[in-house]
């Protein structure tokens, strides 16, 4: 009869106390839907300014060719590398827009603009050798590198972007500096470099600011703080 009297009085099992992970599971689970809602509409305004670079990279090409002043072969075949890259960005973006609050196409979409704008940068970077004239100054020569790198920056407000755009016109411009040569020679390629680097700098930092701003706004925003 044991065994009958155990199987009319099943034992209750006491509810177990949550422990402190799953205490926190709910608020852990609405931090990381926060988290990724953040990412999702960052990716997403990149979409939106993407366009704005290529058409700033075109508008860019062209006033370099009104400084060089006579066409040549070489200026016009660097024309059609920066059009090539332009329209990558705008073929990426087309591509994109269509679904453009999926996660997983905006992540595809900033990944292809990471590569079309390191080949972009490339382009941009030749026309050190192609477009600006050889007598050019110092100044001009650091104004097309560094000038087109900080308005890439300002444009897409996105560091990784813009440092693919970046490194390779900086160094593309500068080697142009001393095996053209330009005026000033090394002179010039370290202040290409320097330039190069200040805008890189600045478009890192900016970033950080604009990350634990948005932060700090959201932390004020909340009912305990």
């Keep these: 009869m044991p065994v009958a009297q155990r199987a009319s009085h099943p034992e209750r ?33 990149l979409l939106g300014r993407s366009i704005h670079a290529a058409v700033a990279l075109i508008a860019m090409g062209m006033g370099v060719l009104i400084f060089a002043g006579a066409i040549s072969a070489e200026n016009m075949a660097w ?16 591509r994109t827009i269509k679904q453009p609050f999926e996660r997983a196409a905006l992540k595809s979409f900033s990944e292809d603009l990471n590569a079309i704008m390191a080949l972009a940068g490339t382009a941009w970077g030749a026309g050190a050798f192609l477009a600006v004239p050889a007598d050019a100054g110092i100044a001009a020569i650091v104004l097309f590198a560094a000038g087109a790198c900080a308005v890439i920056a300002l444009l897409l407000r996105e560091h990784e972007s813009s440092l693919h755009f970046l490194a390779p016109t900086a160094a593309l411009a500068s080697f142009a500096c001393v095996l053209r040569p330009f005026p000033g020679g090394a002179l010039a390629a370290a202040l290409v470099l320097l330039a190069c680097g200040a805008v890189a700098i600045i478009a890192v930092s900016a970033a950080r600011w604009s990350a634990r701003a948005h932060n700090s706004t959201e932390l004020a925003a909340l009912p305990f703080s």
């Design 13 to 45: 099992v006491q509810p177990r106390a949550a422990g402190p992970f799953e205490a926190r599971g709910p608020v852990a689970r609405l931090a990381a839907f926060h988290a990724e809602a953040q990412d999702t509409a960052r990716l997403a305004s």
């Design 79 to 94: 024309s059609g590398f920066v059009l090539v890259g332009a329209s990558a960005i705008a073929l990426a973006r087309r």
